[in-house]
């Protein structure tokens, strides 16, 4: 313990004159105002030159308590929280929530809502892939690419906007369903969204795939080894990016994602590029289960039989679901009553994360960020 | 009043006000391609189509407090804006607007402008080296590594037209384009050429010193108001001298179809031909990611270089045989 905290002065009481093991090294602090490190995260990193030699993450800028602020409310009152988490993808964090309880309670979820669920947090993973590739290019000093992403995003969001109520911080989802019923617009409105983004595919793939310069940044660039992958627990498309097929979706099926037929897009190299190559590919994937799930939609009610006031059940359990940047993992410990005797979100940007020090050793700079941005990290998620 | 004194006077007051229109043309240009590029309208508030948005902005920047941060040196802080700007002003006194408009006439109008655009680099250096940020000395340290390695491939490429020309007056070599442009007989000099201009001005995919995903700013990241709006004219000064040598190196300067009174609206035809480089600079930048430093220093030293080397033997080989 002691350790620990001696360790932690080590890199946030920072005295840069007297504790650099090399005099020729010096810290350069990127954050927590950095423009690529897209929110209050803050790198410290040991420099050689423009060689990262140590770089070290500092948490904390943005936390806002999310797990204690569980344990101190009525666990439907903690629901419009897990929107704020991911801000990029917030309907899979409503879906791991709610059906955490639908776990612990027992309680039966009608068909349409699980399409209806399926179908808005598939287009909530486009969105969010959407933002995280203008926002990768952005920091390879790409400027074009993202208002071309934020074009296509804005056309889910108004899809999303008009079912959900909300654009960004999403509380769609309820214990046993979902709070409002789509309508004949909507499947209309997602139909073509389909259709418009294959057409899109070429403009990206145009702009930015075969981009002699892009691809010259991010082949070989950042590369997680499977075995590094493992051992530090990383999730999402940078595993797979890393050639292990490791779904939530697939491997550990939830919902209604059974029904549907579509593939784990995996890299080969686990550099930028394969990353980059496997949420490009995850987007049509995406696209695929929407629209199996569009033409299987049955009808009936979006909402089933849920006490109002819940008790919970004493006891333990855990969901996981496949958010947009991997697996991210609800553990309820509850001792009865109304409120849970804690909680604790397993989110995948922090494991993420977890890999920079030892990824991104002996890197310039301007790789560092490259591979920072290539995680797709989200802050807000990580600082809950 | 002598004359002569006279003529230097407006000649001094028309080039610095031309050199504020430019920027502020180039501005706007900027914007409102990128905007197009990235279909979006971009400026469309102040005046039609936003065209007084760049006057706006610069009464803002006037307007500005100049910030000067702590522990910097105060005196190079507040030295660099000027120091990038007046060199940056020099070159448009000989460049030859038409075959009767230029201010100063030179023989050596060439190696004049060459030497005012390296001043440049010394003015970013200053102030990089005066901000006392970490960032800022980054940017400065990739500006100056790459300037001195581009302007090697960049004189060379422009040696192979004097090998051709044998002057370095630049209406000389106006006139030499009789028949052809330069560009027909050279176009690899023009093409290394122009990719080093790219890299000389800063502009991307070449804009280490200040990529501000990187560096948030680089050299001129503790810069405010009129401190930062120096260095932003004197990018756009020197974008517009490095195209205008292209134009007159390549392109045939102010020669075009004729019009009436040519001696003097021969201007037209090089403002066209230099805004045609300039808008493919802002093409560029908009379309490109961002290279990495050592694939920069790699595609000079490996690329750039050997090839305009070899361009400019056979070059001067060819010259000798014909």
């Not at chain 2, 407006?10 to 279909?39: D, P, T």
């Not at chain 2, 190196?249 to 090089?270: A, E, M, R, S, V």
């Amino acid at each position: 313990m002691e350790n620990l905290a001696e360790n932690r002065t080590a890199y946030t009481d920072l005295e840069p004159a007297t504790d650099i093991p090399n005099e020729n090294h010096y810290y350069l602090n990127m954050g927590p105002q950095h423009p690529s490190t897209h929110g209050v995260l803050r790198v410290l990193l040991e420099m050689d030159g423009e060689y990262v030699v140590d770089p070290q993450p500092v948490l904390g800028y943005g936390h806002r308590m999310q797990e204690k602020m569980a344990e101190h409310k009525n666990w439907m009152a903690f629901m419009p929280n897990t929107g704020r988490m991911d801000y990029a993808a917030a309907l899979p964090y409503n879906h791991g929530y709610v059906a955490l309880f639908e776990r612990l309670c027992g309680i039966e979820v009608p068909a349409r809502a699980e399409y209806i669920r399926v179908i808005t947090s598939e287009l909530n993973r486009i969105v969010s892939h959407h933002l995280w590739i203008g926002a990768m290019l952005l920091d390879m000093g790409a400027f074009t690419p993202i208002l071309y992403t934020f074009d296509d995003r804005e056309q889910v969001l108004d899809i999303l906007e008009d079912v959900t109520g909300s654009r960004l911080t999403y509380c769609y989802f309820r214990v046993g369903g979902v709070c409002k019923d789509i309508d004949d617009k909507f499947v209309e409105k997602t139909r073509a969204f389909i259709k418009r983004q294959r057409e899109r595919f070429d403009i990206y793939n145009k702009l930015v795939t075969g981009n002699i310069i892009f691809i010259k940044r991010t082949e070989g660039v950042g590369v997680i080894s499977p075995d590094m992958a493992r051992r530090y627990g990383v999730t999402g498309p940078v595993l797979r990016g890393s050639g292990i097929a490791y779904d939530v979706r697939k491997n550990e099926p939830y919902s209604v994602y059974p029904n549907f037929d579509f593939e784990i897009p995996v890299g080969r190299n686990g550099d930028s590029y394969d990353r980059y190559m496997v949420r490009l590919l995850e987007i049509e994937q995406s696209l695929r289960i929407i629209e199996q799930a569009l033409d299987q939609l049955p009808e009936g009610s979006f909402l089933g039989k849920a006490p109002k006031k819940m008790k919970m059940p004493t006891g333990d359990c855990s969901f996981s679901v496949e958010a947009a940047r991997g697996e991210l993992t609800y553990y309820l410990v509850s001792g009865g009553g109304d409120i849970p005797y804690r909680l604790k979100i397993r989110v995948p940007s922090y494991s993420n994360l977890s890999v920079l020090p030892e990824l991104c050793q002996g890197m310039l700079l301007s790789d560092l960020v490259a591979a920072m941005g290539s995680m797709d990290l989200v802050i807000p998620e990580i600082d809950r | 009043m002598p004359p002569e004194l006279l003529r230097m006077i407006i000649a001094a007051v028309l080039v610095v006000a031309f050199v504020f229109l430019n920027a502020m043309i180039l501005g706007y240009m900027e914007r409102k391609v990128s905007a197009h590029i990235q279909r979006r309208p971009g400026l469309m508030e102040v005046g039609p189509h936003g065209v007084l948005q760049l006057i706006v902005d610069g009464l803002k920047l006037i307007g500005k407090q100049l910030v000067v941060p702590e522990g910097s040196n105060k005196f190079l802080f507040r030295l660099a804006p000027v120091l990038s700007f007046a060199p940056c002003v020099l070159p448009f006194v000989v460049l030859p607007f038409a075959r009767k408009l230029q201010i100063v006439s030179m023989d050596i109008s060439l190696i004049f402008i060459l030497a005012m655009t390296s001043i440049n680099v010394i003015a970013i250096l200053v102030a990089g080296w005066a901000s006392n940020n970490k960032y800022s000395l980054f940017g400065t340290f990739r500006s100056v590594a790459q300037a001195v390695s581009y302007e090697i491939p960049m004189l060379l490429s422009i040696l192979s037209i004097i090998l051709i020309t044998s002057t370095f007056s630049l209406q000389g070599i106006i006139a030499a384009q009789k028949y052809y442009w330069f560009i027909l007989i050279q176009p690899l000099a023009f093409i290394i050429y122009f990719i080093s201009g790219l890299a000389e001005t800063n502009r991307a995919p070449f804009d280490m010193p200040e990529a501000e995903s990187e560096l948030t700013a680089g050299f001129h990241t503790e810069y405010s108001g009129m401190g930062f709006s120096f260095f932003f004219l004197a990018e756009y000064a020197n974008m517009f001298t490095v195209c205008s040598i292209a134009t007159v190196l390549f392109l045939g300067g102010w020669k075009g179809i004729p019009l009436p009174l040519g001696d003097y609206t021969g201007i037209f035809w090089f403002m066209l031909k230099v805004y045609g480089l300039l808008f493919v600079m802002i093409w560029v930048r908009w379309t490109y990611p961002r290279v990495r430093f050592d694939q920069l220093m790699t595609f000079c030293w490996k690329y750039l270089i050997p090839f305009s080397l070899a361009n400019l033997l056979i070059t001067a080989v060819l010259v000798k045989l014909i």
